[in-house]
Nanobody
Protein backbone atom coordinates (compact mmCIF):
# COMPACT_ATOMS: atom_id res chain seq x y z
CA UNK A 1 0.00 0.00 0.00
CA UNK A 2 1.35 3.39 -1.00
CA UNK A 3 1.13 5.73 1.95
CA UNK A 4 2.75 8.25 4.25
CA UNK A 5 2.38 7.81 7.98
CA UNK A 6 3.09 10.63 10.44
CA UNK A 7 4.12 10.26 14.06
CA UNK A 8 5.34 12.45 16.89
CA UNK A 9 2.46 14.82 17.44
CA UNK A 10 1.17 15.66 20.89
CA UNK A 11 0.71 18.40 23.43
CA UNK A 12 3.43 20.72 24.64
CA UNK A 13 3.72 23.97 26.57
CA UNK A 14 4.73 27.20 24.82
CA UNK A 15 8.46 27.27 24.28
CA UNK A 16 8.68 23.51 24.08
CA UNK A 17 9.77 21.25 21.25
CA UNK A 18 8.34 18.38 19.24
CA UNK A 19 9.73 16.26 16.45
CA UNK A 20 7.43 14.98 13.74
CA UNK A 21 8.37 12.07 11.52
CA UNK A 22 6.78 10.77 8.35
CA UNK A 23 7.63 7.40 6.84
CA UNK A 24 6.77 6.33 3.33
CA UNK A 25 5.70 2.78 2.58
CA UNK A 26 5.23 1.20 -0.81
CA UNK A 27 7.43 3.75 -2.56
CA UNK A 28 10.77 5.50 -2.02
CA UNK A 29 11.10 9.18 -1.23
CA UNK A 30 14.33 9.61 -3.20
CA UNK A 31 12.74 11.25 -6.23
CA UNK A 32 10.12 13.28 -4.44
CA UNK A 33 10.05 16.81 -3.15
CA UNK A 34 8.73 16.60 0.41
CA UNK A 35 7.03 19.03 2.69
CA UNK A 36 5.04 19.66 5.82
CA UNK A 37 1.72 21.47 5.88
CA UNK A 38 -0.64 22.35 8.70
CA UNK A 39 -4.26 23.24 9.16
CA UNK A 40 -5.62 25.02 12.19
CA UNK A 41 -9.34 24.98 13.06
CA UNK A 42 -11.27 27.32 10.79
CA UNK A 43 -8.25 28.05 8.62
CA UNK A 44 -6.97 26.84 5.28
CA UNK A 45 -4.11 24.38 4.99
CA UNK A 46 -0.78 26.18 4.74
CA UNK A 47 2.72 25.19 3.80
CA UNK A 48 5.20 25.05 6.68
CA UNK A 49 8.44 23.77 5.16
CA UNK A 50 9.62 21.97 2.06
CA UNK A 51 12.76 20.36 0.75
CA UNK A 52 13.63 19.41 -2.80
CA UNK A 53 14.28 15.86 -3.96
CA UNK A 54 18.03 16.54 -3.95
CA UNK A 55 17.92 18.17 -0.52
CA UNK A 56 19.68 21.25 -1.89
CA UNK A 57 16.68 23.56 -1.75
CA UNK A 58 14.85 24.20 1.52
CA UNK A 59 12.20 26.78 2.28
CA UNK A 60 10.14 27.74 5.32
CA UNK A 61 7.05 29.77 5.99
CA UNK A 62 7.95 33.11 7.55
CA UNK A 63 6.00 32.16 10.67
CA UNK A 64 8.28 29.20 11.45
CA UNK A 65 11.63 30.23 9.96
CA UNK A 66 14.35 30.02 12.59
CA UNK A 67 12.27 27.72 14.81
CA UNK A 68 11.50 24.67 12.63
CA UNK A 69 13.93 22.44 10.77
CA UNK A 70 12.92 20.09 7.98
CA UNK A 71 15.12 17.16 7.04
CA UNK A 72 15.00 14.00 5.00
CA UNK A 73 16.65 10.62 5.47
CA UNK A 74 16.34 8.74 2.21
CA UNK A 75 18.08 5.67 3.67
CA UNK A 76 15.23 5.38 6.18
CA UNK A 77 12.60 6.58 3.71
CA UNK A 78 11.64 9.22 6.25
CA UNK A 79 11.19 12.95 6.55
CA UNK A 80 11.27 14.90 9.82
CA UNK A 81 10.20 18.25 11.17
CA UNK A 82 11.95 19.48 14.30
CA UNK A 83 9.81 22.15 15.92
CA UNK A 84 11.39 24.36 18.58
CA UNK A 85 10.17 27.38 20.54
CA UNK A 86 6.61 26.36 19.88
CA UNK A 87 3.85 28.94 20.16
CA UNK A 88 0.10 28.55 20.71
CA UNK A 89 -0.43 29.66 17.11
CA UNK A 90 1.47 26.57 15.95
CA UNK A 91 -1.48 24.46 17.13
CA UNK A 92 -2.80 22.55 14.12
CA UNK A 93 -3.01 19.20 12.40
CA UNK A 94 0.26 18.65 10.59
CA UNK A 95 0.43 16.74 7.32
CA UNK A 96 3.41 15.44 5.39
CA UNK A 97 3.47 15.46 1.62
CA UNK A 98 5.58 13.90 -1.11
CA UNK A 99 5.17 14.92 -4.72
CA UNK A 100 6.81 14.74 -8.13
CA UNK A 101 5.55 15.31 -11.66
CA UNK A 102 3.48 12.12 -11.57
CA UNK A 103 2.43 11.46 -7.96
CA UNK A 104 1.21 13.39 -4.97
CA UNK A 105 0.95 11.63 -1.58
CA UNK A 106 -0.43 12.93 1.71
CA UNK A 107 -0.32 11.59 5.22
CA UNK A 108 -3.43 11.44 7.38
CA UNK A 109 -2.20 14.11 9.76
CA UNK A 110 -1.00 14.34 13.35
CA UNK A 111 -2.29 16.78 15.95
CA UNK A 112 0.06 19.30 17.55
CA UNK A 113 -1.32 21.32 20.47
CA UNK A 114 0.65 24.11 22.12
CA UNK A 115 -0.99 25.28 25.32
CA UNK A 116 -0.17 26.21 28.87
Amino acid sequence: QLQLVESGGGSVQPGGSLRLSCTASGFTLDYYAIGWFRQAPGKEREGVACISSTGRSIDYADSVRGRFIISRDNAKNTMNLQMNSLKPEDTAVYYCNAENSRRDYWGHGTQVTVSS
